[in-house]
């Protein structure tokens, strides 16, 4: 039977083919949907973990116990992952690991373009990297028979474009999940100094292994063109764009296992082609094997190192005059991301534009906060940095009266934690605010440890934020609600202005969740609407200028009453 996937549901089809039992990961676009599909799937045991490497040291627990396992992440997460990553290549594997990490080029949702072969490279395991939704279910299935096999975690390479791109699968019965026996062997999975040197033998021997494997393996295959002047070597969803443009002309090197590369196969190839363009997104890691083989190529002098390809710009690399890729020329509005009307971040993040205050951001859709015309955030890193980066911004600076961070209630569970007992620890006055929106709001309304529910929706244990800050080490813990500026305010000026850190935890719920109900839309009356445009300084989409006064869309408020707050002429208020 088949049917129209996408890339990400197919990732998820594949673990249950093959048997997967255990899947921890942390959301993050564009790898959330891997996990959300595989929860479907009652044969598969399926957790949101606070962060990524406690996803990736839980599913290597999994496959220390013998069963088949995997963790899904972005190209970011992989990062925090890469502890226990680089460890698990010295140990090798029970039952099969498979660790999915999806690549964002163009950056459509992150905070850089990095190129996640460069972990593969770097630890010393395979990466597998699908091309169609079909590739990425077959891969999924054949990363954990290499996994087994060659005894180490496989990486699955995503994109956004295969994660979020359909086409037809083929599915098949789901294999029926094997547990290995787990067997004690200290010398193989207790990585102390005496046994680590005994694996790092055992991993260059895998690799040299894997690379006589890449030669003969079906992943890697050569496709003959009937134009021997140009040979193309591609993967991942490069290799859709030279399809469309070339078709069956010219010849195509395919990579699916991009990491350890072939050598005398790509010896091969280049010598059956006059010449060797390398196509690739970001960097250039297949260029530089081919360069180091002693192989004349063109890459990167053609194409760009930075964001992702199309067909038009293969085309146009190459001088193809076609109008099959043509691109829209039409001149297109700008429409900035901005936070949701009724969002419960807007009333606090006005605050502390108002007070001029400094603010240290996170990773979370309160980065939206930046934005003009609230304009209230001054650095964002990564997720967890604005916890620490506070502490050593007040500890530079000493300007803790008007210094905080805004951390939201997943990303805290994330990283912020460690943060916080530094503040606590090395003393600084820091006010650290919490914005606690009960989901983990930027990547879809995901579950998180805080919100009292797990993946599927069933009651969890609930973290009492309150409790874990005091547990920290702080004593000044105080809760608002974004909606009540005044009291936001003067809560903000007091916590700022003790001698001792403390916690703000801004409390109010996503307003798109579906259990908060949203109140009548306010309406503005024109004859007291002085066009002064208080109410426009919040930044809602549901507040605009017509006719030199200002309007509410009655389709887009919730009813929130923030923008009612700023009116000093009373013209705002309730439906008639």
Sequence with gaps: MKKLMLGNEAVARGLLEAGCSVVSSYPGTPSTEITEYAAKYDEIYCEWAP?????????????????????????????VAADPLFTMSYTGVNGGLVICVADDPGMHSSQNEQDSRHYAIASKIPMLEPADSQEAKDFTKTAFELSEQFDTPVLLRMCTRIAHSQCSVEMLEPAKAVKKEYVKN????????????????????????????????????????????????????????????????????????????????????????????????????????CKALGIKVDGKNIFSICGEFSQKIIADAFGIKTNSFTENSAPIPVR??????????????????????????????????????LNAIDSVLCMGASVSGLHGFNKANQTENKT??????????????TGLANIAYNGTNSTVIIVDNSITGMTGHQQNPTTGYNIKGDPATKIDLEALCKALGINRVRVVDPYDLKETEKVIKEETAVSEPSVIISRRPCA???????????????????????????????????????????????????CEQLCAFSAIGGTK
Excluded: W
Aim: charged residues 20%; positive net charge; contains cysteine.
């Design 51 to 79: 962060n990524e490497k406690v996803a990736c040291e839980v599913a290597f627990g999994a496959s220390l116990a013998g069963a088949r396992s995997a963790c899904c992440m972005k190209h970011v997460g992989l990062n």
């Design 186 to 289: 200290p010398q193989k999975f207790i990585m102390a100094p005496a046994n680590a040197i005994r694996r790092h033998p055992v991993v260059e021997k895998r690799t040299a292994d894997l690379i006589a494997f890449a030669e003969t393996s079906p992943l890697n295959r050569i496709e003959e063109g009937t134009d021997k002047s140009l040979g193309i070597i591609t993967s991942g969803t490069c290799y859709d764009y030279v399809k469309e443009v070339f078709g069956d002309t010219v010849s195509v090197f395919k990579l699916g296992l991009v990491n350890p590369l072939p050598v005398e196969k790509i010896k091969t190839f280049a010598a059956s082609v006059e010449r060797v363009v390398v196509i690739e997104e970001l960097d250039p890691v297949i260029e530089t094997h």
């Design 336 to 373: 900035p991301p901005v936070m949701c009307a009724g969002c419960p971040h807007r009333g606090l993040f006005y605050v502390l534009s108002k007070n001029k205050y400094t603010v240290l951001g996170d990773i979370g859709c309160y980065t939206l906060g930046s934005a003009a015309p």
């Design 404 to 417: 905080v961070c805004v951390i939201g209630d997943s990303t805290f569970m994330h990283s912020g934690m």
């Design 512 to 562: 798109l969740l579906k259990s908060v109900k949203a109140k009548p839309a306010l309406i503005i009356d024109p004859d007291k609407c002085r066009s002064c445009k208080a109410c426009m300084r919040i930044g809602c989409p549901a507040i605009s200028m017509k006719n030199s006064k200002a309007v509410i869309d009655s389709t887009l408020c919730v009813g929130c009453g923030v």
